[in-house]
């Protein structure tokens, strides 16, 4: 086997939260745009104008998808990107002198870092004075504590930030709860949402309507890794990231990657169609898993209320057990799980959501997440409750 090969034997993956695979719909829709269907959409001749037609119809689609309008929709480089652009955007549009940003304290690192950064004075090459970061609290089940959000917002708050569903334990944010506090104590503040991991399982038209700014990434609805869009609501302020030839209406430069949009396109659709029936089925497969763990490894907790996650979603702590070592007996036994809480080189951080959660110390090493979506089945749950029995007990022997 080369080094780079995937290994041999069966495999069942537990890490849709970090990404799944293309969907072949995808896949087909893509390939012309890779092939004889090339042209840059900024262009004028016939091949340009094909390659526009096709971006301006992945934009539509993906409008009416969202509840938005065509004109709404920003392409970008990714979830990352979305989110960066609508912490910078925002805060760089905004009249005054020291803008606060509010987030709640489960934010992705994508939503995360850049508000450290402006609050750090990173921001100031972006045309800001330094911003003022607040974040509020979560309570233990993982969900935003409203009255902590009131206490940070003023008049003087640019953006605040509160995520559709979390990414690490799964849990869904009372949004439209958290829009209303906004706009009575912040009604000056740009709303975000990042709905990057909710989008395969809620209808983020209906979801995310209040918000100002929705964030999406191809690559977890089975679509192309390195696409995203930003919906930015007509009238929201919003300053470039990226400068260049003024695409995407002055809000994001640069060639488009027209197969790209494409395939998000038909990623989204695809999720759409079949959302509920995959979403019943996903919820039906992660509660084998979730329960039959739970009743048979003692000292097996979940790290937030069922009803209250994503149907994809089991996070689970098996007490005395290091989360780093479980997981690569599992990764020898086939198993693909995460600590979902991992950086860009793979090593495993202290989870800043179970902290927020007030869960500390060996208890929060003590946690994986399994996260199941279009392409898990009843084989691979059976593999995971077999690998998992078996390695949490040799660990603890
Ligand atoms: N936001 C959330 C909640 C995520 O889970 C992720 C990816 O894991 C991102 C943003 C980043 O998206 P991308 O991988 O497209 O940059």
Same mark, same amino acid.
């Given at each position: 086997?080369?080094?780079?090969?995937?290994?041999?034997? &069966?495999?069942?993956?537990?890490?849709?939260?970090? /990404?799944?695979?293309?969907?072949?719909?995808?896949?087909?829709?893509?390939?012309?745009?890779? $092939?004889?269907?090339?042209?840059?959409?900024?262009?004028?001749?016939?091949?340009?104008?094909?390659?526009?037609?096709?971006?301006?119809?992945?934009?539509?689609?993906?409008?009416?998808?969202?509840? =938005?309008?065509?004109?709404?929709?920003?392409?970008?480089?990714?979830?990352?990107?979305?989110?960066n652009l609508a912490v910078f955007g925002v805060l760089a549009a905004c009249e005054r002198q020291r803008p606060a940003i509010v987030c709640s304290a489960i934010e992705h690192a994508a939503v995360l870092a850049p508000a450290r950064a402006a609050a750090g004075g990173a921001g100031r090459v972006r045309g800001l004075d330094r911003a003022e970061l607040r974040?509020?609290?979560?309570?233990? /089940?993982?969900?935003?504590?409203?009255?902590?959000?009131?206490?940070?917002?003023?008049?003087?708050?640019?953006?605040?930030?509160?995520?559709?569903?979390?990414?690490?334990?799964?849990?869904?944010?009372?949004?439209?709860?958290?829009?209303?506090?906004?706009?009575?104590?912040?009604?000056?503040?740009?709303?975000?949402?990042?709905?990057?991991?909710?989008? &395969?399982?809620?209808?983020?038209?209906?979801?995310?309507?209040?918000?100002?700014?929705?964030?999406?990434? =191809?690559?977890?609805?089975?679509?192309?890794?390195?696409?995203?869009?930003?919906?930015?609501?007509?009238? /929201?302020?919003?300053? &470039?990231?990226?400068?260049?030839?003024?695409?995407?209406?002055?809000?994001?430069?640069?060639?488009?990657?027209?197969?790209? $949009?494409?395939?998000?396109?038909?990623?989204?659709?695809?999720?759409?169609?079949?959302?509920?029936?995959?979403?019943?089925?996903?919820?039906?497969?992660?509660?084998?898993? =979730?329960?039959?763990?739970?009743?048979?490894?003692?000292?097996?907790?979940?790290?937030?209320?069922?009803?209250?996650?994503?149907?994809?979603?089991?996070?689970?702590?098996?007490?005395?057990?290091?989360?780093?070592?479980?997981?690569?007996?599992?990764?020898?036994?086939?198993?693909?799980?995460?600590?979902?809480?991992?950086?860009?080189?793979?090593?495993?951080?202290?989870?800043?959501?179970?902290?927020?959660?007030?869960?500390?110390?060996?208890?929060?090493?003590? $946690?994986?997440?399994?996260?199941?979506?279009?392409?898990?089945?009843?084989?691979?749950?059976?593999?995971?409750?077999? =690998?998992?029995?078996?390695?949490?007990?040799?660990?603890?022997?």
């Amino acid at each position: 086997m080369s080094p780079t090969a995937a290994p041999a034997g &069966p495999l069942a993956y537990f890490d849709h939260a970090a /990404t799944v695979p293309l969907r072949p719909e995808v896949a087909l829709a893509m390939a012309p745009f890779a $092939a004889d269907r090339f042209g840059n959409a900024s262009g004028s001749h016939r091949l340009a104008r094909d390659a526009r037609a096709a971006l301006e119809d992945a934009r539509e689609e993906i409008a009416s998808l969202l509840g =938005a309008r065509p004109a709404e929709v920003v392409f970008t480089g990714g979830g990352t990107e979305s989110d960066n652009l609508a912490v910078f955007g925002v805060l760089a549009a905004c009249e005054r002198q020291r803008p606060a940003i509010v987030c709640s304290a489960i934010e992705h690192a994508a939503v995360l870092a850049p508000a450290r950064a402006a609050a750090g004075g990173a921001g100031r090459v972006r045309g800001l004075d330094r911003a003022e970061l607040r974040v509020a609290a979560v309570d233990r /089940t993982g969900v935003i504590d409203l009255g902590a959000l009131e206490e940070c917002l003023g008049d003087d708050v640019a953006l605040v930030s509160v995520m559709l569903a979390n990414n690490e334990v799964g849990t869904v944010q009372p949004l439209a709860e958290a829009a209303a506090v906004v706009r009575r104590r912040a009604p000056g503040a740009a709303l975000h949402t990042d709905a990057v991991q909710a989008a &395969p399982f809620l209808d983020v038209a209906r979801a995310a309507a209040a918000a100002d700014l929705v964030t999406l990434s =191809a690559h977890k609805l089975g679509g192309p890794k390195g696409t995203g869009v930003l919906v930015v609501r007509e009238g /929201t302020p919003l300053r &470039p990231l990226v400068f260049g030839g003024g695409q995407e209406r002055e809000r994001r430069s640069g060639t488009h990657d027209v197969a790209g $949009a494409v395939g998000m396109a038909a990623a989204l659709r695809e999720s759409v169609a079949h959302r509920q029936e995959e979403g019943a089925r996903v919820a039906a497969l992660r509660d084998r898993l =979730a329960d039959g763990l739970l009743s048979s490894i003692p000292g097996t907790v979940e790290s937030a209320p069922r009803e209250l996650v994503l149907p994809g979603h089991a996070h689970l702590r098996f007490a005395g057990v290091e989360q780093e070592e479980l997981l690569v007996l599992l990764d020898e036994a086939g198993v693909c799980a995460s600590a979902g809480s991992a950086c860009a080189s793979g090593a495993i951080e202290p989870s800043h959501v179970l902290l927020a959660m007030g869960v500390g110390g060996r208890d929060a090493r003590s $946690a994986v997440r399994f996260t199941l979506g279009a392409t898990s089945s009843e084989l691979d749950v059976q593999l995971a409750l077999t =690998a998992t029995r078996a390695a949490v007990e040799r660990l603890r022997h």
